[in-house]
Protein backbone atom coordinates (compact mmCIF):
# COMPACT_ATOMS: atom_id res chain seq x y z
CA UNK A 1 0.00 0.00 0.00
CA UNK A 2 1.50 3.83 -0.93
CA UNK A 3 1.14 6.16 1.28
CA UNK A 4 1.90 9.64 0.78
CA UNK A 5 3.97 12.34 2.91
CA UNK A 6 2.76 15.37 4.25
CA UNK A 7 5.52 17.63 5.74
CA UNK A 8 4.21 20.36 8.27
CA UNK A 9 6.95 22.87 8.98
CA UNK A 10 7.06 25.11 11.92
CA UNK A 11 9.02 28.34 12.13
CA UNK A 12 11.70 27.38 9.79
CA UNK A 13 14.27 30.10 8.55
CA UNK A 14 13.01 30.83 5.30
CA UNK A 15 13.98 34.47 4.63
CA UNK A 16 17.55 36.88 4.41
CA UNK A 17 16.21 38.24 7.22
CA UNK A 18 16.42 34.95 9.35
CA UNK A 19 19.78 34.56 8.17
CA UNK A 20 20.87 36.69 11.43
CA UNK A 21 21.07 35.16 14.54
CA UNK A 22 18.63 37.60 17.23
CA UNK A 23 19.60 39.95 18.77
CA UNK A 24 19.92 38.27 22.28
CA UNK A 25 21.76 35.45 21.01
CA UNK A 26 24.33 37.53 19.18
CA UNK A 27 25.46 39.22 21.97
CA UNK A 28 27.40 36.42 22.88
CA UNK A 29 29.35 36.69 19.54
CA UNK A 30 30.83 39.95 20.66
CA UNK A 31 34.28 40.16 21.23
CA UNK A 32 34.87 40.76 24.84
CA UNK A 33 31.90 41.23 26.22
CA UNK A 34 30.35 37.94 25.05
CA UNK A 35 32.62 36.11 27.35
CA UNK A 36 31.39 38.10 30.27
CA UNK A 37 27.77 37.98 29.42
CA UNK A 38 27.62 34.16 28.97
CA UNK A 39 28.41 33.98 32.58
CA UNK A 40 25.41 35.78 33.47
CA UNK A 41 22.73 33.84 34.26
CA UNK A 42 19.81 35.91 33.83
CA UNK A 43 21.28 37.00 30.40
CA UNK A 44 21.98 33.64 29.29
CA UNK A 45 18.85 32.26 30.20
CA UNK A 46 15.99 33.85 31.58
CA UNK A 47 16.58 36.98 28.70
CA UNK A 48 17.00 34.27 25.51
CA UNK A 49 14.28 32.30 26.55
CA UNK A 50 11.56 35.71 27.73
CA UNK A 51 12.66 37.29 24.30
CA UNK A 52 11.80 35.58 21.88
CA UNK A 53 7.96 35.65 22.68
CA UNK A 54 5.28 36.48 24.90
CA UNK A 55 6.42 34.21 27.70
CA UNK A 56 6.71 34.79 31.75
CA UNK A 57 8.01 31.91 33.54
CA UNK A 58 8.02 31.39 37.01
CA UNK A 59 11.18 32.02 39.35
CA UNK A 60 11.12 28.09 40.15
CA UNK A 61 11.07 27.55 36.52
CA UNK A 62 13.97 30.24 35.76
CA UNK A 63 16.42 28.54 38.10
CA UNK A 64 16.59 25.29 36.36
CA UNK A 65 17.58 27.23 33.28
CA UNK A 66 20.21 29.43 35.59
CA UNK A 67 21.54 26.66 37.96
CA UNK A 68 24.38 24.91 35.06
CA UNK A 69 25.48 28.70 34.85
CA UNK A 70 25.86 29.26 38.81
CA UNK A 71 27.69 26.05 39.06
CA UNK A 72 29.88 26.08 36.18
CA UNK A 73 31.65 28.47 33.60
CA UNK A 74 31.48 25.45 30.92
CA UNK A 75 27.92 26.16 29.59
CA UNK A 76 28.94 29.59 29.13
CA UNK A 77 31.77 28.42 27.25
CA UNK A 78 29.65 26.21 25.38
CA UNK A 79 27.20 29.30 24.99
CA UNK A 80 30.02 30.90 23.06
CA UNK A 81 30.75 27.92 20.77
CA UNK A 82 27.02 27.51 19.77
CA UNK A 83 26.33 31.02 19.32
CA UNK A 84 29.56 31.63 16.74
CA UNK A 85 29.22 28.38 14.95
CA UNK A 86 25.06 29.51 14.41
CA UNK A 87 26.39 32.73 13.10
CA UNK A 88 28.78 31.41 10.52
CA UNK A 89 26.68 28.91 9.01
CA UNK A 90 23.34 30.38 9.83
CA UNK A 91 23.17 32.04 5.85
CA UNK A 92 24.10 28.57 4.19
CA UNK A 93 21.41 26.83 6.14
CA UNK A 94 19.07 29.33 5.22
CA UNK A 95 20.14 29.24 1.94
CA UNK A 96 19.91 25.36 1.72
CA UNK A 97 16.54 25.48 3.08
CA UNK A 98 15.04 27.81 0.23
CA UNK A 99 16.81 25.69 -1.98
CA UNK A 100 15.03 22.52 -0.69
CA UNK A 101 11.64 24.19 -0.35
CA UNK A 102 11.77 25.76 -3.93
CA UNK A 103 13.05 22.52 -5.84
CA UNK A 104 9.96 21.55 -8.12
CA UNK A 105 11.27 18.10 -8.28
CA UNK A 106 9.64 17.52 -4.89
CA UNK A 107 6.08 16.75 -4.88
CA UNK A 108 5.25 16.35 -1.40
CA UNK A 109 2.16 19.04 -0.43
CA UNK A 110 4.54 21.11 2.28
CA UNK A 111 2.56 23.20 5.14
CA UNK A 112 4.14 26.01 7.11
CA UNK A 113 2.58 27.24 10.01
CA UNK A 114 3.93 30.51 11.07
CA UNK A 115 3.43 32.62 14.49
CA UNK A 116 1.85 36.16 14.73
CA UNK A 117 3.88 36.73 18.15
CA UNK A 118 7.33 35.45 17.28
CA UNK A 119 9.60 38.23 17.96
CA UNK A 120 12.89 36.68 16.54
CA UNK A 121 11.90 35.42 13.18
CA UNK A 122 9.93 38.39 11.18
CA UNK A 123 7.05 37.38 8.75
CA UNK A 124 8.20 39.84 6.22
CA UNK A 125 8.84 37.50 3.12
CA UNK A 126 7.24 34.64 4.36
CA UNK A 127 4.04 34.90 2.73
CA UNK A 128 5.78 35.82 -0.68
CA UNK A 129 7.87 32.71 -0.32
CA UNK A 130 5.19 30.75 0.34
CA UNK A 131 3.35 31.92 -2.73
CA UNK A 132 6.60 31.95 -4.87
CA UNK A 133 6.94 28.09 -3.70
CA UNK A 134 3.47 27.10 -3.64
CA UNK A 135 3.28 25.89 -0.12
CA UNK A 136 0.47 26.36 2.40
CA UNK A 137 1.09 28.79 4.64
CA UNK A 138 -1.11 28.79 8.15
CA UNK A 139 -1.08 31.93 10.41
CA UNK A 140 -0.82 30.42 14.03
CA UNK A 141 -1.99 34.10 16.02
CA UNK A 142 -1.17 33.35 19.44
CA UNK A 143 1.85 31.70 19.14
CA UNK A 144 5.38 32.84 19.90
CA UNK A 145 8.84 31.01 18.60
CA UNK A 146 7.90 28.14 20.74
CA UNK A 147 4.48 27.45 19.25
CA UNK A 148 4.56 24.06 21.61
CA UNK A 149 4.89 25.71 24.76
CA UNK A 150 2.21 28.60 23.86
CA UNK A 151 -0.57 26.97 22.23
CA UNK A 152 0.38 23.26 22.04
CA UNK A 153 -3.25 22.22 22.22
CA UNK A 154 -4.52 24.57 19.12
CA UNK A 155 -1.24 23.53 17.12
CA UNK A 156 -2.43 20.18 17.88
CA UNK A 157 -5.79 20.33 16.42
CA UNK A 158 -4.31 22.49 13.65
CA UNK A 159 -1.68 19.51 12.84
CA UNK A 160 -4.45 16.97 13.07
CA UNK A 161 -6.81 18.94 10.88
CA UNK A 162 -4.19 18.97 8.27
CA UNK A 163 -3.51 15.52 8.36
CA UNK A 164 -7.35 15.17 8.14
CA UNK A 165 -7.69 17.20 5.60
CA UNK A 166 -5.95 15.78 3.39
CA UNK A 167 -5.58 11.85 4.59
CA UNK A 168 -2.23 11.78 4.22
CA UNK A 169 0.40 9.64 6.49
CA UNK A 170 2.68 12.80 7.82
CA UNK A 171 6.31 13.64 9.00
CA UNK A 172 6.43 16.52 10.88
CA UNK A 173 9.59 18.51 11.39
CA UNK A 174 10.10 21.03 13.64
Known amino acids: MFHQICVIQLFIKLTTQHAKLPTTLAIFNNFLLGEIFSQDPLRASDKALTSCGPYKMKEEDAMVYR ?16 TRTLKKDLKRYVEDMQTILKDESCNVPTTICWGQRDRWLSYDGVEDFCKDSNHTLIQVPKAGHHAQEDCGEELG ?15 TLI
Do not use: T
Not at 157 to 171: D, S
Open 67 to 82: RPYLISGSSGFALNAI
Open 157 to 171: QLIYGIIRKKKLRMR
